[in-house]
């Protein structure tokens, strides 16, 4: 015998630690407001009607045990009909609604009338034919009041859920569209790295080594974070930094590149080569097209509205339009970048592109929440 109720008070247990708990407090916040009403009602009953007949009080409480009953099974009904069909639903609902009437009616008659000896068949539909005067409508208020209750809740369920598949979806989105941008900047900066290799490994030995065990950075670079959402500052910029130096084995003299890094950013987490597609821009349609080359500039500081990144050349500027214009560019690059720096931080962090007789700018500035992460490490380490 122990064991049974111990098996059974195990099983309801667990049973309720299933049940979530708005279901829990929507239940007991319907149960206690028919206790107050049911107290209330009991109280004026004894008072006016019934002084000194202390079981009013006794038979109210079996009434509202009996209701917080009905409540539950109201729920559990409504649960199984939300199964189905609407029409199914309401027809489901309205004979829920006789029944619990039904009930609740024949156990008031019970308390009121039949243990006063008013227990004929006569009685009992006489009684249930003067309640269906107003005071029938506490009843359906009963019920109604229940099931609506539940229909309010899975109305919010279901709109938390979508909301919550939503979510889902961008993010299962952002990640396809993260893979797809960079298995098309990978390629592109490989093929342009390899051609340049493959013009310069002719010349000279010793630089097609050097350019060799840099270009294995690069690709060492560009394979460990391709499978991650972030990089170091630091290391992109020493990616950065082998790539302009094969570049630089190319173009000799004609190349500069100069860089401006706040040693307070160089912990920022940033997308992986992120700034490659800049550089090469800056390398292919500026310096490149020009007789007697430029210089390409890379500034990362902290800005008032955040991290401003800028790419910087002196190349042909707004004179490469038509090289840029032409066929043989297809922009992908700085497009790319554009969408991944919005996937990434929000449409506020999109390129921003200068051209002038002076050369090309390109920028972005990342949100204010890195600025805030940056300040936070230069006060950490006392840096001005």
Same mark, same amino acid.
């Given at each position: 015998?122990?064991?049974?109720?111990?098996? $059974?008070?195990?099983?309801?247990?667990?049973?309720?630690?299933?049940?979530?708990?708005?279901?829990?407090?929507?239940?007991?916040?319907?149960?206690?407001?028919?206790?107050?009403?049911?107290?209330?009602?009991?109280?004026?009953?004894?008072?006016? $009607?019934?002084?000194?007949?202390?079981?009013? @009080?006794?038979?109210?409480?079996?009434?509202?045990?009996?209701?917080?009953?009905?409540?539950?099974?109201?729920?559990?009904?409504?649960?199984?009909?939300?199964?189905?069909?609407?029409? $199914?639903?309401?027809?489901?609902?309205?004979?829920?609604?006789?029944?619990?009437?039904l009930f609740m009616e024949t156990t008031f008659y019970y308390f009121d009338m039949y243990l006063d000896g008013f227990d004929?068949?006569?009685?009992?539909?006489?009684?249930?034919?003067?309640?269906?005067?107003?005071?029938?409508?506490?009843?359906?208020?009963?019920?109604?009041?229940?099931?609506?209750? @539940?229909?309010?809740?899975?109305?919010?369920?279901?709109?938390?859920?979508?909301?919550?598949?939503?979510?889902?979806?961008?993010?299962?989105?952002?990640?396809?569209?993260?893979?797809?941008?960079?298995?098309?900047?990978?390629?592109?900066?490989? @093929?342009?790295?390899?051609?340049?290799?493959?013009?310069?490994?002719?010349?000279?030995?010793?630089?097609?080594?050097?350019?060799?065990?840099?270009?294995?950075?690069?690709?060492?670079?560009?394979?460990?974070?391709?499978?991650?959402?972030?990089?170091?500052?630091?290391?992109?910029?020493?990616?950065?930094?082998?790539?302009?130096?094969?570049?630089?084995?190319?173009?000799?003299?004609?190349?500069?590149?100069?860089?401006?890094?706040?040693?307070?950013?160089?912990?920022?987490?940033?997308?992986?080569?992120?700034?490659?597609?800049?550089?090469?821009?800056?390398?292919?349609?500026?310096?490149?097209?020009?007789?007697?080359?430029?210089?390409?500039?890379?500034?990362?500081?902290?800005?008032?509205?955040?991290?401003?990144?800028?790419?910087r050349d002196n190349g042909l500027g707004i004179n490469a339009k038509k090289v840029l214009d032409s066929t043989e560019s297809?922009?992908?690059?700085?497009?790319?970048?554009?969408?991944?720096?919005?996937?990434? $931080?929000?449409?506020?962090?999109?390129?921003?592109?200068?051209?002038?007789?002076?050369?090309?700018?390109?920028?972005?500035?990342?949100?204010?929440?890195?600025?805030?992460?940056?300040?936070?490490?230069?006060?950490?380490?006392?840096?001005?």
């Open positions: 015998m122990v064991k049974f109720w111990v098996a $059974f008070t195990n099983f309801f247990s667990d049973l309720y630690n299933k049940v979530p708990n708005k279901w829990k407090s929507a239940y007991i916040i319907i149960c206690g407001w028919y206790l107050i009403n049911y107290s209330v009602s009991a109280f004026f009953q004894w008072k006016l $009607f019934e002084a000194y007949d202390y079981n009013v @009080f006794w038979n109210t409480l079996y009434l509202y045990e009996l209701l917080c009953v009905a409540v539950l099974f109201i729920f559990l009904w409504a649960r199984w009909l939300f199964k189905f069909k609407v029409v $199914f639903q309401v027809a489901g609902h309205f004979m829920g609604l006789l029944a619990f009437t004929e068949f006569e009685d009992w539909q006489q009684y249930m034919i003067d309640l269906l005067s107003w005071d029938a409508m506490r009843f359906y208020d009963q019920y109604i009041i229940t099931a609506a209750v @539940f229909y309010v809740i899975r109305y919010f369920d279901s709109l938390q859920k979508k909301e919550s598949e939503r979510s889902v979806l961008l993010i299962k989105n952002k990640e396809m569209q993260l893979t797809l941008l960079k298995s098309q900047i990978n390629p592109h900066f490989l @093929f342009n790295t390899l051609n340049s290799i493959s013009m310069l490994i002719s010349t000279s030995k010793d630089k097609a080594r050097k350019v060799i065990t840099q270009l294995s950075d690069v690709f060492r670079y560009a394979l460990d974070s391709y499978g991650g959402y972030t990089v170091k500052l630091s290391s992109e910029i020493e990616f950065i930094e082998n790539y302009i130096k094969i570049q630089q084995v190319r173009f000799e003299d004609r190349l500069k590149f100069e860089k401006e890094i706040a040693f307070s950013c160089l912990n920022l987490d940033v997308p992986p080569m992120i700034l490659q597609p800049l550089i090469e821009n800056s390398v292919k349609y500026g310096i490149a097209p020009k007789d007697n080359g430029g210089t390409i500039k890379l500034t990362v500081k902290p800005y008032k509205n955040g991290i401003f990144f800028e790419v297809t922009g992908i690059g700085l497009d790319n970048t554009d969408k991944r720096l919005k996937s990434f $931080f929000g449409f506020t962090a999109g390129l921003h592109i200068d051209s002038s007789e002076d050369g090309y700018v390109v920028s972005f500035v990342l949100p204010e929440k890195y600025k805030n992460k940056i300040e936070d490490k230069m006060e950490l380490y006392n840096l001005e």
